[in-house]
């Protein structure tokens, strides 16, 4: 046998092996069969093997291989497919998924969530729905508006919602989340993903007030310009990502409600603050100020910048540059004011002494002529001599 048909009868046999697994794997639906299940071993996910039903890139167009899981499917890998809506009861009407512990539907081109989509999860853990294209709420469809779509996740603890709503549904959105934080009951939630959603501005500041277990916060990459919602209202909240947005101040009642929570919790706060347009001005000194003193771990604090415009160009300062060349300054001037105070205050005197030089003369006269006298007569006898 040549090397060439070594190599073809090797690549033969792999792929038979390859089809071998393929017929043994535990998808038990012929629905499934794109799909890979089984048992896979994930460190960071769990000490034991975990059952993974995973249909990456399989280009389904509906959701009915779903009802086909089965029941002993831990983490449910559903992503790259195309399903604008996901219907009611995705996973049939009486499904046991017990173990479900982890669905992820990152990129489906999802647009809506009907109301009762999710049902039977009570055990799921971690939704994950990154890179979706939902919207919410459309004043001209009601049936978009379903504040309830995660009231059946009782015991979720992280929900992955990066870019994953439509773009410019930024104030709908905000709005809405609120409800759907109050209507879903989400006692449990710990993590909450909402990069990159455009967020600007929060209809009712309590918008996160719902989630008693809150712990990590992640807002970065969206558009908020303050800290336009209550955080004093999460008793656990350790962790406020809001990089990248759109802050160009805190004000004192900001910086102390950041004090606040960071003294509350045993893990103290951690914030991150990176790439915000923070203007430089001394609410940016105050900022700094703060930076100096306070408990809260702010990342990257060394490298924190803020922006100015002087003659019509934009300059980018580091923070700690700008607040402490302020600061250098203010005392150099100090000096200076005070060496030209000195200089005025010695010529006032002079001029003083100059104006009133008769009544000067006046008072030391008597010594003069004294003086003088003396030397008078030094001189007559002088003379005598
Ligand atoms: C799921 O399948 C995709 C494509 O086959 C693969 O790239 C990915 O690593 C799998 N995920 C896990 C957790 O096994
Ligand atoms: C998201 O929806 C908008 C309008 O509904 C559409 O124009 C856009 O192509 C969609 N994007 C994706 C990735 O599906
Ligand atoms: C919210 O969930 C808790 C347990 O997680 C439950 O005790 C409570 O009744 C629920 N409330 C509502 C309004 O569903
Ligand atoms: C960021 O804030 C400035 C005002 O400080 C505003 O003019 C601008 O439109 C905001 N950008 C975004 C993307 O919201």
């Known amino acids: 046998m040549c090397f060439e048909q070594k190599l073809l009868l090797g690549l033969l046999l792999v792929s038979n092996l390859v089809a071998a697994i393929a017929s043994v794997n535990g998808c038990t639906s012929h629905l499934l069969k794109e799909c890979f299940c089984g048992k896979i071993y994930k460190a960071s996910i769990k000490k034991e093997p975990i059952f993974i039903v995973n249909c990456t890139d399989t280009g389904f167009h509906n959701t009915n291989m779903l009802e086909e899981l089965p029941e002993e499917t831990e983490w449910l890998i ?22 479900l512990e982890i669905i992820d539907m990152t990129n489906n081109g999802i647009r809506d969530i009907k109301g009762k989509a999710f049902h039977r999860v009570m055990n799921v853990k971690r939704l994950i729905l990154n890179h979706n294209n939902i919207s919410i709420s459309e004043n001209d469809d009601s049936n978009f508006h379903h504040p309830r779509v995660f009231s059946n996740f ?8 990066t870019n994953a709503f439509a773009d410019n549904t930024d104030a709908q959105l905000a709005e809405d989340l609120h409800d759907i934080f109050v209507s879903s009951n989400l006692t449990k939630l710990y993590k909450l993903h909402l990069e990159q959603n455009e967020i600007k ?9 719902d989630l008693p277990n809150l ?7 969206n558009n908020i310009p303050s800290l336009n919602f209550n955080i004093n209202c999460m008793k656990r909240l350790r962790y406020i990502d809001l990089e990248q947005n759109n802050i160009t101040k805190f004000t004192q009642k900001d910086l102390d409600s950041f004090d606040k929570v ?8 951690t914030l991150e603050l990176d790439d915000n347009p923070f203007r430089c001005d001394t ?21 924190l910048s803020c922006h100015s415009t002087r003659y019509g160009r934009k300059y980018i300062m580091n923070l700690q540059n700008f607040a ?19 200089f005025v205050l010695i010529s006032l005197f002079a001029a003083f002494v100059y104006l009133r ?10 010594l003069f002529d004294t003086i003088t006298r003396k030397v008078h007569y030094t001189h007559i006898e002088s003379q005598d001599v």
């Open 357 to 366: 030089k008769d009544a000067v003369k006046n008072k030391l006269s008597p």
């Open 154 to 161: 009782y015991n979720i603890e992280e929900l992955h919602l």
């Open 283 to 303: 609410a940016v000194k105050n900022l700094y100020g703060w930076l100096t003193k306070t408990k809260v771990v702010v990342k990257n604090k060394l490298t």
């Open 324 to 342: 402490e060349a302020k600061h250098a300054r203010v005392s150099k001037a100090l000096t200076v004011l005070l060496i030209v105070l000195t």
């Open 215 to 221: 712990h990590d916060l992640y807002l970065g990459t």
């Open 78 to 99: 559903f992503t790259g497919n195309h399903i604008p809506v996901l219907d009611s009861n995705i996973f049939g009407e009486d499904a046991i998924l017990n173990k």
């Open 262 to 269: 960071a003294e509350r919790h045993e893990d103290g706060l």
């Open 201 to 209: 501005n929060f209809k009712d500041e309590a918008v996160f007030c």
